[in-house]
């Protein structure tokens, strides 16, 4: 119980405020609650998950109640995001909390927090791929040389 001191994780794009999107492995829940309960987070990633705009490499995911899916996939559809059920050769792709995940066809993400509460809107939306303000520091990693880049706090 309580919170975690420090979690080490990986993100699967970066921007310069160091947000991220994660889940392209599918558990975005699981990843969230412990984003939220660490007192510091720690991003791994090699040099090319870093973009300068979120949604660069087109993939955004978005987690959802099986029920709600045909719901979901319309309102999604209705913001332009052109989601597509992930899947495996035997049927949909299931999270650890018994979710499907649908991948959201996305450009270059102007506005994160705007999308991310429209997509939060949705009934049935579980959790999205956009972790605005979570990181505290990004390890990058470039060929032969380690950076770090470290999010500014504001006075």
Same mark, same amino acid.
């Not at 996939?73 to 949909?92: F, Q």
């Not at 949705?122 to 040389?145: E, K, Q, R, Y």
């Given at each position: ?87 495996? @050769? ?25 999308? @991310? ?39």
């Amino acid at each position: 119980e309580g919170d975690i001191d420090l979690t080490v994780d990986g993100a699967d794009e970066v921007d310069g405020k160091l947000n991220l999107i994660k889940g392209y492995g599918g558990a975005l829940v699981r990843e969230r609650i412990v984003a939220a309960a660490s007192r510091r987070q720690v991003i791994l990633v090699t040099a090319d998950k870093l973009v300068e705009t979120l949604g660069t490499h087109g993939r955004l995911p978005v987690e959802v109640l099986p029920f709600a899916l045909p719901l979901c996939r319309r309102r999604l559809g209705d913001l332009e995001l052109k989601p597509t059920l992930r899947a495996h @050769e035997d049927g949909p792709f299931v999270t650890d909390s018994f979710n499907v995940v649908l991948d959201c066809a996305v450009g270059p993400i102007e506005d994160p927090a705007a999308l @991310e509460q429209a997509i939060r809107a949705i009934p049935g939306v579980i959790d999205t791929g956009l972790f605005l303000g979570t990181a505290d520091t990004v390890v990058v990693a470039d060929g032969n040389s380690v950076r770090e880049l470290v999010r500014r706090r504001s006075s």
